[in-house]
């Protein structure tokens, strides 16, 4: 009893460790005065001093362009790799592109971006939209991967192979039964990328340029001249919308393992009242 109640006071001391810094901000967004010093009264002045900054505004679209196609984009690349290491037979091979694949989810972001900022100088293409674009691609492709992936290992082999004997070609494989098996975890990616696109500044800082920037940077750039409240409701603003996202992907992930066991449990019934018809 007391180690569970230990457990549980170190648990929501953690939570208020990491969750106390968010929700101070998003308090004093709300805050009638121009400081974070005292909360003057409420007042929603510095959201419609965020929402008319045009460079912000423009700024936002621009940070929703890029989470949206470089997510749409790894999703696509993600699911036919995942799909690729699946199909894999020798294990040491398909070890290795594991690995290779979880590397980049846990390497440093600084030294993914410093390495995007090289590999873009040596092919002298510009820092901007599209430098931005394809690395924010390349470090989601892994998240999509490791979201696919276990959905298809969950797919029992033999619907494919009874779908070849039927005289399904490839393409009808992979259209009418691994792509809607796979279709939670392909969305759970999808949402997970988005989520990263959003939230990711060490990456972006490195290969941004040229008048282009996202969220995460102008954030940090506004907060290195001065603590402006304007910030403070864009931050919480970004917020609300990953915490968005996180829930529609746990949301995806619940009701796609309530489906899995609902036609486990339906399959097991079905084998059942054959045995007894027998």
């Given at each position: 009893m007391k180690k569970h109640y230990l457990g549980t006071s170190y648990l929501v001391f953690v939570f208020i460790l990491m969750y106390a810094p968010i929700f101070y901000m998003i308090f004093f967004a709300f805050n009638r005065g121009n400081y974070m010093t005292s909360f003057t009264g409420f007042s929603l002045r510095h959201f419609g001093n965020m929402f008319s900054d045009r460079r912000l505004m423009s700024i936002l679209l621009n940070t929703f362009i890029i989470a949206f196609l470089s997510s749409l984009l790894a999703t696509l690349i993600g699911t036919f790799g995942a799909l690729g290491i699946y199909q894999t037979k020798q294990k040491g091979i398909k070890n290795i592109l594991l690995s290779l694949n979880?590397?980049?989810?846990?390497?440093?972001?600084?030294?993914?971006?410093?390495?995007?900022?090289?590999?873009?100088?040596?092919?002298?293409?510009?820092?901007?939209?599209?430098?931005?674009?394809?690395?924010?691609?390349?470090?989601?492709?892994?998240?999509?991967?490791?979201?696919?992936?276990?959905?298809?290992?969950?797919m029992n082999s033999a619907l494919i192979s009874a779908a070849q004997d039927l005289g399904a070609n490839w393409r009808q494989v992979l259209s009418r039964v691994?792509?809607?098996?796979?279709?939670?975890?392909?969305?759970?990616?999808?949402?997970?990328?988005?989520?990263?696109?959003?939230?990711?500044?060490?990456?972006?800082?490195?290969?941004?340029?040229?008048?282009f920037s996202t969220l995460s940077v102008e954030i940090y750039a506004?907060?290195?001249?001065?603590?402006?409240?304007?910030?403070?409701?864009?931050?919480?603003?970004?917020?609300m919308v990953s915490l968005i996202l996180v829930m529609i992907y746990y949301y995806i992930m619940t009701r796609s393992k309530k489906s899995t066991q609902t036609k486990r449990d339906k399959m097991i019934v079905e084998?059942?009242?054959?045995?007894?018809?027998?």
């Open positions: 979880n590397i980049l989810l846990v390497s440093p972001d600084v030294i993914i971006g410093a390495s995007f900022l090289i590999l873009f100088t040596m092919f002298g293409l510009t820092l901007g939209f599209g430098s931005v674009l394809l690395a924010h691609i390349a470090f989601s492709i892994p998240i999509v991967v490791l979201m696919v992936l276990p959905r298809l290992n969950e691994i792509l809607p098996y796979a279709w939670p975890g392909i969305l759970a990616g999808f949402f997970m990328a988005i989520t990263y696109s959003l939230d990711d500044f060490a990456v972006t800082f490195f290969v941004t340029g040229n008048g506004r907060a290195r001249h001065g603590i402006d409240l304007s910030i403070n409701a864009l931050s919480a603003l970004m917020f084998s059942k009242e054959m045995v007894v018809r027998r």
